[in-house]
Nanobody, 115 residues
Framework: QVQLVESGGGLVQVGGSLRLSCVASGDTFSINNMAWYRQAPGKQRELVGLVSADGTKFLPNSVKGRFTISRENDKNTVFLQMVSLKPEDTAVYYC?????????WGQGTQVTVST
């Protein structure tokens, strides 16, 4: 089993920045990909960044250029740096890890971008 704990969400004004962190514990040796998803009210959960164990990254066009995903394998931590935030970035952001018995999800952290 893998446990994921997110932090770093909050309220920010348009154009502001936030950095989300997610720390994994438990059977972390089995983790391959780590990712961030978000879900806004009434919408489906969507991928906003993924980083594999070897450092390969993927960011969808909707956030490319504004979001950066990074990972520190020795600390079992994945980060999501978000800049130039827009109201449409408002959502609950979830950390995701894929392991031998995964996928695993964190409890989510709220990001609210105000005008």
């Amino acid at each position: 089993q893998v446990q994921l704990v997110e932090s770093g969400g909050g309220l920010v004004q348009v154009g502001g920045s936030l950095r989300l962190s997610c720390v994994a514990s438990g059977d972390t040796f089995s983790i391959n990909n780590m990712a961030w998803y978000r879900q806004a009210p009434g919408k489906q959960r969507e991928l906003v960044g993924l980083v594999s164990a070897d450092g390969t990254k993927f960011l969808p066009n909707s956030v490319k250029g504004r979001f950066t995903i990074s990972r520190e394998n020795d600390k079992n931590t994945v980060f999501l740096q978000m800049v130039s935030l827009k109201p449409e970035d408002t959502a609950v952001y979830y950390c995701n890890a894929v392991g031998a018995s995964g996928p695993y999800w964190g409890q989510g952290t709220q990001v609210t971008v105000s005008t």
